[in-house]
């Protein structure tokens, strides 16, 4: 079956301008979460969402950073303002449940995003 | 709160070689243990999770080794092929009343052919 699909897969754009990125979850899967991997590096915690609310946003780096989710589907992460530190790849992950379900979590391939 | 530590950060070995990576956790409470592997340009994937009620878990080429006591976890990987180069990250889930995963720092695997 179709597994998570992230769109742009990359997406360069000059500082200052605001960018969306989406992800389409594994469908049926109730949970969403989005995270943050720089160069080279691990991966950081964005934002979880448990169908359309987001119990933890704990991780999102500053208030210029917002995520939506519509119809327990399609999550939409916005970036306004963008800085030249916020290059990094974003990824999303899906799990059929979230809370009490210690389901595997699966991700897509990440939107690149450049901030020149 | 919960922390993950993973060793080593680089790993080379022959083609045909084992290879092993390890993760160790601070919170005992964890109970689910996923492994992902990531290829240049790609999402991780995952390849074997264990839970904290088993000891082991075989999957092919690879097997994942849980210690509760000692609160660690290996990712074992026979007859290493090149197409087992990536990094490899190691997760805790900190309890069933939680969804959060602490990732470990992740391991680059470089098979030499």
């Known amino acids: 079956g179709a597994g998570v699909s992230q769109s742009p897969s990359n997406k360069v754009t000059e500082k200052g301008k605001d960018v969306e990125l989406r992800c389409d979850p594994i469908?049926?899967?109730?949970?969403l979460y989005w995270y943050r991997q720089s160069l080279g590096q691990g991966l950081e915690f964005l934002i979880y969402f448990q169908g359309n609310s987001a119990p933890d946003k704990s991780g999102l780096p500053s208030d210029r950073f917002s995520a939506e989710r519509t119809g327990g589907s399609v999550s939409t992460l916005t970036i306004q303002r963008t800085q030249q530190e916020d290059s990094a790849v974003y990824l999303c992950?899906?799990?059929?449940?979230?809370?009490?379900?210690?389901?595997?979590?699966?991700f897509g391939d990440g939107t690149r995003l450049s901030i020149l | 709160g919960e922390n993950v530590e993973q060793h080593p950060s680089t790993l080379s070995v022959q083609e045909g070689d084992s290879a092993v990576i390890k993760c160790t956790y601070s919170d005992s409470a964890s109970n689910y243990f996923p492994w992902y592997k990531q290829e240049l340009g790609k999402g991780p994937q995952l390849i074997i999770d264990?839970?904290?009620?088993?000891g082991e878990k075989k999957d092919q080429r690879i097997a994942v080794t849980l210690n509760k006591t000692a609160k660690h976890f290996s990712l074992h990987i026979t007859e290493t092929q090149p197409e087992d180069s990536a990094v490899y990250f190691c997760?805790?889930?900190?309890?069933?009343?939680?969804?959060?995963?602490?990732f470990g720092t992740g391991t680059r695997l470089k098979v030499l052919a």
């Open positions: 469908s049926g899967h109730t949970a």
């Open positions: 992950a899906s799990s059929l449940r979230g809370v009490g379900g210690n389901q595997p979590q699966h």
């Open positions: 264990i839970r904290s009620n088993v």
């Open positions: 997760a805790a889930s900190p309890g069933s009343g939680t969804y959060k995963y602490i």
